[in-house]
């Protein structure tokens, strides 16, 4: 990571950066300028937004510690660490992310002309902000880096240990912005985005430089005290930053914070920032937002699900495997971006035993964008996505498929459902497969997006229907009768240029009707 630099360049760079921001943060006459200043209520707005994105983040923060801690002593079993953290045990992530959006609805009615973007902005960066920093030290698989007790304890002490401090930096970091801000805004200082960027990387007080600094702060003193004299391999504890020189690595961790706490305040104070020369004082690629495209595998809780109708037999399998999202440019008119959905490798379950001529299977061939349309990325939020998914006998005759179209139109509009699919079932008589997005429900958050996965599902006794095509896919909230799911909305930037579904939570429901033998079939991938 440091290849093209020397330690006396580093040292340099790092230490010129914070006296560089602090010289320019140094007038502080009014300008006089045509803008104005932003109201008691728009204040308000802008303020308790970078107070809650730093009060979630450290609710993440506790709880990616106390995952960390798990992993370490061997109790996390059947999920990684990263699902262990959004699990929300303690119930505190969701109550702060309903605040967020409380006062988002009272302080937020009107847009404030600089200084932030929305609520799901807020909460997306928070979630991912310590977790993203992290990675970038570690390395992405964390569960595969970051050591057990049983594995090597030194290294794993070492590990936890500068990973409090990290989140430590991370906070203070965080807090100095905030005070910055609320303080310029007070005083007719800040009256422009312009101004409020200056406020990142101020730190009159030092406060920063005792916790961050790579020199004299309390990571480099935790890499001392709880890495090198027990003998650790840097390379080892922290390979990401391809050191085993406690000065490198403690610089190392500063530009990740740097980096994560530059991404995150861009993006929730609709900010112009250059992250990528913020964090090493080059514009090198270093901090950079991920392209529109997602890889998701799934992982803790992605199953099968059968019911049937008699509620005597429940079973659920599991599922493995990895979905593909791809989507362009958003349009920064329409707030949209047009996506693809993708299964590289067929999607398979283990063969469940229910009872004998009842063993079933599933396997998801592939995936599309929707069934009969483009699948959209709305970053504005928009339409509900409530789900729904009826399969019934309509009771006409037919000899084949084709006699059953305009009968299983009619049945299916009369749902407010699009035809998936129309049968003549056992050769005589007509059965509609309608799937597709209701109209009624909560609205679409930014974020959402819909995709459609061609499922088939394999029974042992022939008589049972084995082909349920398109089951809807999405980032959003899945609201059901019988099922209620919560999905995590994609990022969408503020300058409406890049989207990031990483650490989404992909949903999706198909329900049967309860006239037919099945009753309910639940499919969930959770995207890593």
Do not use: W
Request: with cysteine; proline share 5%; aromatic share 4%.
């Amino acid at each position: 990571m440091f290849s093209g630099q020397s330690i006396l360049q580093r040292m340099f760079v790092a230490a010129l950066m914070p006296l560089l921001a602090g010289l320019f943060l140094v007038p502080s006459i009014p300008r006089i300028v045509n803008a104005q200043a932003l109201t008691t209520t728009e204040q308000r707005c802008v303020v308790r937004a970078n107070k809650h994105l730093r009060k979630l983040r450290g609710a993440v923060g506790k709880a990616l510690r106390s995952c960390h801690r798990y992993h370490a002593r061997g109790g996390l079993v059947g999920k990684t660490i990263q699902e262990c953290t959004y699990l929300d045990q303690s119930g505190r992530i969701g109550k702060i992310e309903d605040r967020i959006v409380d006062d988002e609805t009272r302080y937020c009615t009107k847009a404030p002309p600089f200084g932030h973007a929305n609520a799901a902005t807020t909460i997306i960066e928070a979630k991912v902000l310590s977790l993203g920093i992290l990675k970038k030290v570690t390395g992405e698989d964390l569960d595969a880096v970051l050591k057990t007790e049983g594995q090597d304890s030194a290294v794993e002490r070492c590990q936890q240990d500068v990973a409090r401090k990290i989140r430590r930096c991370e906070y203070r970091t965080l807090a100095t912005f905030n005070g910055c801000k609320k303080d310029g805004l007070r005083n007719g200082t800040i009256l422009d985005a312009a101004d409020l960027a200056l406020c990142l990387g101020a730190d009159p007080k030092g406060k920063v430089a005792r916790e961050c600094d790579p020199y004299l702060g309390s990571i480099r003193n935790e890499l001392d005290r709880s890495c090198v004299s027990r003998g650790v391999d840097l390379n080892q504890a922290f390979p990401s930053c391809g050191s085993n020189d406690p000065e490198e690595v403690a610089t190392c961790i500063e530009f990740a914070v740097r980096c994560g706490s530059c991404l995150a305040l861009d993006a929730v104070d609709s900010l112009d920032l250059d992250c990528d020369a913020n964090d090493d004082g080059l514009s090198n690629g270093s901090c950079m937002r991920r392209p529109p495209t997602a890889t998701c595998e799934m992982g803790f809780g992605s199953s099968v699900r059968f019911g049937f109708r008699s509620g005597l037999l429940e079973v659920e399998g599991p599922l493995t495997g990895v979905l593909e999202v791809d989507c362009t440019d958003i349009d920064p008119v329409t707030g949209e971006a047009r996506c693809s959905c993708s299964i590289p490798e067929p999607i398979e379950s283990e063969t469940l035993e229910l009872q004998a001529g009842l063993d079933f299977s599933i396997r998801i061939d592939s995936a599309k964008t929707s069934c009969g349309g483009d699948a959209v990325l709305a970053c504005h939020g928009g339409a509900p996505l409530d789900m729904g998914y009826v399969s019934e006998e309509v009771g006409e005759s037919c000899t084949n498929d084709a006699g059953c179209t305009e009968s299983c139109e009619t049945a299916c509009a009369s749902r407010g459902l699009p035809v998936g699919k129309s049968d003549c079932a056992f050769g005589f008589v007509c059965e509609c497969h309608c799937y597709g997005v209701e109209t009624q429900g909560i609205p679409s958050r930014p974020g959402a997006t819909l995709c459609y996965a061609d499922v088939s599902i394999q029974f042992a006794n022939a008589l049972v229907p084995d082909v349920f095509p398109c089951v809807p896919i999405t980032t959003e909230a899945a609201l059901h009768p019988q099922v209620v799911l919560q999905g995590s909305p994609a990022i969408c930037d503020a300058s409406g240029q890049s989207v990031d579904l990483e650490d989404g939570e992909f949903v999706s429901i198909l329900d049967r009707d309860p006239s037919s033998l099945l009753d309910p079939v639940e499919v969930r991938l959770v995207c890593q």
